[in-house]
């Protein structure tokens, strides 16, 4: 590392850890300080209000050298056909005359073109156009929701003090260097909604207040809005909730009324999916994801390709992950064992949602399953754990209604270490300010013509760099070009099939640029003929870099 002092990454590393950990060791012993703290996590409002400014404020400080995120995985560009169709005020275009040549991932052609998704992401991001003119802004200000309503819903679990960090450790895990908000296929929503969901469920059992019920009922149907399938198991853990925590005739008769204002609250998000099914699908019954399966086809694996290099054989880490990737994303029909080992296997990917010095946290909170709201927390992970091992992969923001119970594992296990060692609840807290400020700091000040190397060694973080994007170049070149363009794809053999390039607005045939796919010269000469006027371009993705000719 060039750098005056000399310091190596261990040195840095040691450094700040003896800075940071002496500094928070200070801060904690002062009464006046734990004392301000404590007072301002007793309020609700002000607390919830940094919280919100946090991230956002954190995230537009590293924009020199992280800029506004540029989409690039194939979910992404559904999501943002979603927002633009919104943005039209309709749930579903019409079917394009040649709409072979538009064919894409996520997208349905016919009987209308539409994103496969549900429309709760796309609602975020069609708010983030007509507040700023950047899909983004909708993804950042979730973001700063979602670490808010985490204080908010731990407040009815642990004390104030404790619900604050669960807030502050949300903005760790979830904020500027999270992947959720460095893009645009989402995560934050979902765990927004299963924060008012589970943050509602306490305070309704305690007090059987309207508000709850409305709560309750309003962040299932933002769930609802946004991951379906896994909508069951929240439902399926809310009832388990009453069924595990309540007792008494008189509570369920109360209950009975509160579920009334609950499926109130959902009607609306209930009434936008029948309409978008029926907008997409010409079915109120069929989704569109269930209608692209149809068609389609079911992903069944994982493509992940381990191949030997000549005179570099596979380690035996490889060897295992090969093994291991064969079990749980293979064809075939699931069996027993298959369940398991894909059971275990994605054990890995809940490092997503914990700092590694909260392990000792997480084995901690097993002593708090005597009582039963904790028992209960445990059960609705297991739900999730057991609901999403169904899917032959699995991506983080499946059990993001879920996140908030994590920070709840996380804050409770801490606080029963701190009720026996609070010298221990310090180190590992100080660790995971550590780690935050450490990573955060090399962004900051992060160097784009030499990054640093220790970047390389940066785990479950994930943030766009300055550097710009070939599609953006791509774009800039055809933009700086007078008149409309259609662009002709054409991929090489060896193509990686998720490097999608065809992707397109809401209104194709009023884009200033078309993207389609080369089916040939006899098939693109009636696409050229239909959009007559239009400069023709050839572009090859696979080319390094990728390379735009004119069309012969």
Not at 44 to 66: C, D, E, G, K
């Amino acid at each position: 590392m060039r750098n005056p002092i000399g310091f190596g990454a261990s040195d840095f590393v040691e450094f700040t850890a003896a800075v940071l950990l002496a500094l928070f060791a200070v801060l904690w012993n002062s009464r006046l300080r734990v004392g301000v703290a404590a007072f301002f996590a007793a309020k609700t409002v002000p607390s919830m209000a940094v919280l919100f400014a946090l991230p956002i404020v954190l995230r537009m400080l590293l924009l020199p050298n992280h800029p506004v995120p540029v989409p690039e995985i194939y979910d992404e560009f559904s999501q943002l056909l979603s927002a633009d169709t919104l943005l039209h005020f309709r749930f579903a275009n019409p079917v394009h005359p040649l709409h072979q040549f538009f064919e894409t991932f996520f997208v349905l052609q016919t009987p209308a073109y539409s994103s496969i998704y549900p429309i709760g992401q796309g609602l975020v991001l069609a708010f983030g156009r007509l507040v700023s003119g950047c899909a983004w802004t909708g993804v950042v200000l979730v973001t700063g929701a979602l670490c808010a309503c985490c204080y908010w819903m731990l407040r009815a679990w642990t004390t104030p003090v404790w619900a604050l960090f669960g807030g502050l450790l949300a903005v760790v895990e979830f904020g500027p260097l999270c992947g959720w908000m460095n893009s645009y296929w989402g995560g934050a929503l979902a765990a927004l909604a299963g924060c008012l969901v589970f943050g509602a469920l306490p305070r309704l059992l305690d007090r059987f207040r309207t508000r709850d019920a409305i709560i309750l009922g309003g962040g299932f149907g933002l769930h609802l809005l946004t991951r379906q399938f896994e909508s069951t198991l929240l439902l399926i853990s809310v009832v388990v909730f009453f069924g595990l925590v309540s007792r008494g005739g008189e509570v369920l008769r109360k209950l009975a009324r509160s579920a009334a204002i609950a499926l109130i609250a959902v009607v609306p998000a209930i009434v936008l999916t029948l309409v978008q099914n029926k907008a997409v699908t010409q079915s109120w019954t069929t989704i569109p994801e269930e209608l692209s399966q149809y068609q389609y086809g079911v992903p069944t694996t994982l493509t992940v390709q381990l191949v030997p290099i000549p005179h570099h054989p596979l380690t035996a880490q490889q060897e295992l992950d090969y093994k291991a990737q064969s079990l749980t994303h293979g064809p075939g029909r699931d069996t027993v064992p298959r369940f398991l080992v894909r059971l275990l296997y994605r054990v890995r990917y809940y490092r997503f949602f914990f700092l590694p010095a909260l392990y000792p946290a997480v084995v901690a909170f097993l002593f708090t399953l005597r009582e039963r709201r904790f028992l209960w927390a445990a059960c609705t992970l297991a739900i999730f754990a057991l609901g999403t091992n169904l899917f032959p992969y699995l991506l983080v923001h499946y059990l993001a209604a879920v996140s908030c119970l994590f920070i709840l594992v996380s804050v409770v296990g801490l606080r029963k270490i701190n009720d026996r060692s609070p010298a221990a609840a310090r180190v590992l807290v100080g660790i995971c300010a550590l780690q935050f400020v450490f990573w955060y700091g090399l962004h900051l000040f992060e160097n784009a013509q030499s990054p640093l190397p220790i970047l390389e060694y940066e785990t479950w973080d994930a943030i766009n760099h300055r550097e710009p994007h070939p599609r953006v170049l791509i774009k800039q070149q055809l933009l700086a070009q007078p008149g409309k363009h259609l662009v002709f794809v054409r991929y090489w053999p060896q193509h990686i099939f998720q490097d999608e390039w065809v992707w397109n607005a809401a209104d194709i045939d009023a884009s200033p640029i078309v993207f389609a796919r080369d089916l040939g010269p006899e098939e693109d000469e009636k696409l050229i003929q239909y959009y007559r006027g239009r400069k023709v371009w050839l572009l090859e993705p696979d080319f390094r870099p990728p390379r735009l000719t004119a069309y012969q």
